[in-house]
């Protein structure tokens, strides 16, 4: 019996196998332009690219009154006229997605010379990592996982990834929220995000007629909720940056990560200077750990001011024509160490 | 719908009664008899109510008040209906009635009627066996045969193309036009409402076959749930190729017990439609399910009164005029379907209107190429498969005709099965 039955499995090994060829040349290309077309994007734009930029909305987002709309990646091009830098963009995509994109570079033909990766702080926050977003970016990376291609697209029917529903990722949100210690080298009475900002939902700011100024505190709440963390090692971005900054070196890809900046006028006048000591000991934390070997790290945390955000009463990366400029320039200037000979001053 | 770890308690609450029911049952004669078989038919049916219909029965009691100008002011429970609730409790039912009846011996071992009550294949979503079959299959003694993991892989292959290829590649477009009829053209929302007489059918076949293949593996042997049912000629041969384990309960424990066909024709008529309006309110806690088992039932009487008047009579076999009443049943069977999928009657109201009037809307995108291929793909295979099974049908083909229908069927699973998320839809009840 068991002969028979191993044989009966090797034999359907190996039509498995040729369906995978099968599927490999068929439904494999219209697959992935549904669920993942920056992929298709980036293999098509290769040939002509010089330097990828992998972005969240932060690239491509502007201000209604932006006379000027250029993205940061365009915006960076300027400074370097000769070369092509293409951006990949999708709305709150993180380092886990990227670095399935990163995977997907033809390191055989028309290499680029740098990969540009925003490095953006709040996708290392619990609001971000359990986000009801999550569970479509997981799905758009399905096809992209280093197994054999019909196996990934069983995967994807079988729905089997980080596939949680909304409620569950909620549930995990607050459990971080309320357990996560959050440490400061100095004494302050909060422990955790739960407290923190349950004490800032309780009357912090008031209007001139003595009531609560309930937007005011649900703003000064959200950037407790956002930015009040520790990066750690066990972070699941953390990972993922490892990976890529591992994998560039690995390959020999010069890889930029680009910090993104954070409203950290708000966050201190809002909340006050611990929630900005956070922000900083975290940018501090990821410029360390990732300025090395052909890696580095582009810090425009500080780049930005505040008014310059184009979402004033939320925490976001969208930033007006200036805020944009102001991280191109920076990112161009960090650029130069390799490309200085192709730099032009554009403004 | 879902599964909640506490709800397990529900499940041995049913066992211990019906199993000490039964076993006071089969010592005790005369009226007592009687009287444990009602405790443990209440605590059963008290249970299904209790999850299932409490809710609907408080939304009708507040309707009931305000047709006599009173204000009703229930206490809706927050409860989950637990998974396989109807298809357990039913089961359960059945052991319990054939040891009252004195067909059936009481089973003294707690161990093999728990087994019997959550044996995994079918324990969620039927089919709904008999003690008299799964039971004493369990009992005896089982060794693992090349044979059952052969029948056994075919048919859960087999099943999961059905559910995956077949039902989830329908699933979209079905729920699309559904979720906002009016959006769409005439011809698309009739598309969805034949479309969805094949998805129920796949998801419902995918999950019997698959659940009969797991069965099998283990040398255990359940119940066709189906036999290729919309090659029926009439609605009642319908009903005896479609959930045929749930068909034959209640044929076994509310239509026989009813007067069968052994009363007056008029007495039978209204036998029928209680039968089958009790299995539409079985499905849901719905008027919408009430109104599809109802058109079941008129139009058995209906194939019924006309096959008299008329003094026609279905053939046996193949010829044109088998074909056209097999389409015909297929449509009927599609437009009662309207009832069951639509959540309420303004839904299924807005079905209707739009298969009517929708004619010069300009047509909606909707994803159809998938939904439509593997529609007749199902058509084929129900032909193939007619009046057999397909473990058996494949069985005698040449081995290269065989391997080579597992590799389409493997390529359709892994490379084209739908890829949203859609649970069977059969769990619900």
Not at chain 1, 202 to 231: M, R
Request: with cysteine; charged share 20%; glycine share 4%.
């Amino acid at each position: 019996m068991f002969k028979k039955i191993i044989i009966r499995i090797f034999a359907l090994v190996i039509i498995i196998a040729g369906l995978n060829l099968i599927y490999n040349f068929t439904f494999y290309k219209k697959d992935l332009e549904e669920k993942c077309e920056q992929v298709v994007e980036l293999r098509k734009k290769q040939p002509d690219t010089d330097i990828f930029y992998f972005a969240e909305s932060s690239n491509f987002n502007v201000r209604e009154d932006d006379s000027i709309k250029q993205s940061i990646s365009e915006i960076t091009n300027f400074f370097y006229p000769s070369l092509k830098i293409t951006a990949i963009n999708k709305p709150a995509t993180h380092g886990g997605i990227y670095r399935h994109w990163l995977t997907h570079i033809d390191l055989t033909e028309n290499k680029p010379k740098a990969v540009i990766i925003t490095l953006n702080l709040r996708s290392f926050d619990a609001n971000w990592i359990h986000s009801k977003l999550e569970t479509p970016l997981q799905e758009s990376v399905v096809l992209l996982k280093p197994y054999p291609k019909l196996l990934n697209r069983f995967l994807l029917s079988l729905n089997a990834f980080d596939n949680k529903t909304e409620q569950q990722r909620e549930r995990d949100m607050i459990k971080e929220w309320e357990t996560t210690q959050l440490e400061f080298p100095f004494p302050f009475k909060y422990k955790t995000v739960t407290e923190w900002d349950y004490h800032m939902a309780q009357g912090t700011y008031t209007k001139p007629d003595g009531s609560w100024d309930a937007e005011k505190i649900t703003l000064a709440c959200h950037y407790v909720k956002t930015y009040a963390f520790n990066i750690k090692e066990n972070n699941p971005r953390v990972k993922d940056f490892d990976f890529m900054a591992d994998w560039c070196h690995k390959n020999n890809v010069n890889l930029y990560f680009n910090l993104l900046a954070e409203n950290l006028q708000y966050a201190d006048s809002l909340v006050g200077k611990e929630l900005v000591f956070l922000m900083k000991q975290n940018r501090d934390f990821l410029v360390n750990r990732y300025n090395k070997n052909n890696c580095k790290v582009i810090d425009n945390l500080e780049a930005v001011p505040g008014k310059e955000y184009t979402d004033q009463n939320w925490t976001t990366e969208h930033y007006s024509y200036k805020g944009r400029m102001a991280i191109a320039k920076n990112l161009a200037n960090g650029l130069r160490t390799q490309f200085n000979n192709y730099y032009k001053a554009a403004y | 719908m879902v599964f909640v770890p506490k709800y397990i308690l529900i499940l041995f609450a049913i066992i211990l009664i019906d199993y000490l029911a039964a076993l006071t049952i089969e010592q005790l004669k005369g009226r007592l008899r009687l009287f444990y078989l009602v405790v443990s038919l209440i605590a059963n049916i008290g249970m299904l109510a209790f999850f299932k219909y409490f809710n609907f029965a408080n939304e009708n009691l507040v309707t009931v008040f305000s047709w006599f100008g009173k204000e009703f002011h229930p206490v809706n429970l927050d409860i989950i209906l637990p998974i396989g609730l109807s298809f357990h409790t039913f089961q359960s039912m059945s052991y319990t009635i054939e040891v009252y009846r004195g067909r059936q011996k009481a089973e003294r071992h707690l161990g093999y009627f728990a087994n019997y009550v959550l044996f995994f294949p079918q324990m969620v979503a039927g089919p709904i066996e008999r003690y008299e079959t799964l039971g004493n299959e369990l009992r005896e003694e089982h060794k693992p045969k090349y044979e059952n993991f052969s029948d056994g892989f075919k048919l859960i292959l087999f099943g999961l193309f059905i559910k995956m290829a077949v039902a989830d590649n329908i699933a979209p477009f079905v729920n699309q036009v559904y979720s906002d009829p009016m959006k769409y053209n005439s011809l698309q929302v009739l598309g969805a409402v034949f479309l969805f007489s094949f998805q129920i059918y796949a998801d419902f076949f995918g999950y019997s076959t698959i659940a009969l293949g797991s069965a099998r593996m283990l040398d255990i042997k359940i119940m066709d749930n189906f036999n290729t049912p919309y090659l029926s000629k009439s609605i009642t041969e319908f009903w005896t190729r479609w959930h045929i384990s749930l068909s034959t309960w209640f044929r076994d424990y509310l239509y026989i017990p009813l007067g069968g066909n052994r009363v007056t024709l008029p007495r039978w008529s209204i036998n029928i439609l209680i039968v089958f309006m009790v299995s539409g309110l079985w499905h849901g806690a719905s008027w919408t399910f009430v109104v599809w088992g109802a058109l079941h039932g008129l139009m058995i009487l209906t194939e019924r009164y006309t096959s008299k008047i008329l003094k026609f009579k279905i053939r046996e076999g193949w010829n044109v005029v088998n074909v056209l009443l097999t389409i015909k049943t297929f449509i009927v069977a599609s437009f009662i379907w309207i009832f069951f999928r639509a959540e309420d009657f303004p839904k299924a109201k807005l079905i209707i209107k739009a298969m009517v009037k929708n004619w010069k809307i300009e047509k909606t995108d909707v994803p159809y190429l998938y939904a439509f291929v593997f529609s007749i793909v199902l058509i084929v295979i129900d032909i193939f498969l007619y009046n057999s099974r397909f473990d058996k049908r494949i069985g005698v083909t040449k081995i290269p005709v065989r391997w080579a229908v597992y590799a389409v069927l493997i390529f359709c699973l892994m490379a084209l099965s739908g890829t949203q998320k859609f649970t069977f839809i059969y769990f619900q009840f």
